[in-house]
């Protein structure tokens, strides 16, 4: 068995994969894993099947009057960039939404960390000073989500490769 994260949301939920001869064979959750706690959702347990899956989707399709056609690849390129344009025009181009996925205490610690480490004047490395940029172009609280799913990814990379902590 390898020890994956889960690439579906930004939670980074821990995934035990069995492979052979580099073919991705099987999947379970790890329970050991702070993120996932032995669970996982909905898209983490189909991930294996989205890309080796008999039913995945190999082309692109569009519902026309109830059916579904299949489409051109440029075509559904077209069609999806105008309509992300669009929402980008009206929403802004830092619209869209925060994954509530995953374990909310640990969510809680993450953003709460993330946060002093932008707002409190302490001496930081280049995290804080990537986060800190950030702040300055969009808005604290955006920044400090970012900064936690940061801090996720390093956190669990550390459990998966047994990196002890280092306070400095």
């Known amino acids: 068995m390898r020890k994956s994260i ?3 949301c930004s ?3 821990t995934v035990a994969a069995r492979v052979a001869n580099g073919v991705w064979l099987s999947q379970e959750p790890a329970f050991e894993s702070p993120f996932n706690r032995g669970s996982h959702c909905a898209k983490g347990a189909a991930a294996r099947e ?3 899956g008999d039913r995945r989707l190999k082309y692109p399709l569009k519902l026309l009057n109830g059916y ?3 489409v051109s690849w440029d075509t ?4 999806i960039g105008q309509k992300l344009a669009a929402i980008r025009d009206a929403s802004g181009p830092d619209s869209g939404s925060i994954t509530k996925i995953g374990d909310a205490t640990v969510r809680w610690a993450l953003y709460e960390a993330s946060h002093l480490m932008i707002t409190r ?15 300055k172009r969009v808005a604290v ?6 900064l936690a799913r940061k801090l ?3 956190l669990h990379r550390m459990w998966v490769d047994g990196t002890p902590f280092k306070f400095a």
């Open 121 to 135: 004047p302490i001496k930081g490395g280049a995290l804080k000073s990537w986060a800190v940029k950030l702040a």
């Open 6 to 8: 889960c690439t579906f």
């Open 11 to 13: 939670v980074g939920c």
């Open 50 to 52: 989205v890309t080796h």
């Open 152 to 154: 996720a990814v390093i």
């Open 141 to 146: 609280k955006k920044a400090a989500v970012a």
């Open 68 to 70: 579904w056609v299949r």
């Open 76 to 79: 559904a390129l077209d069609e």
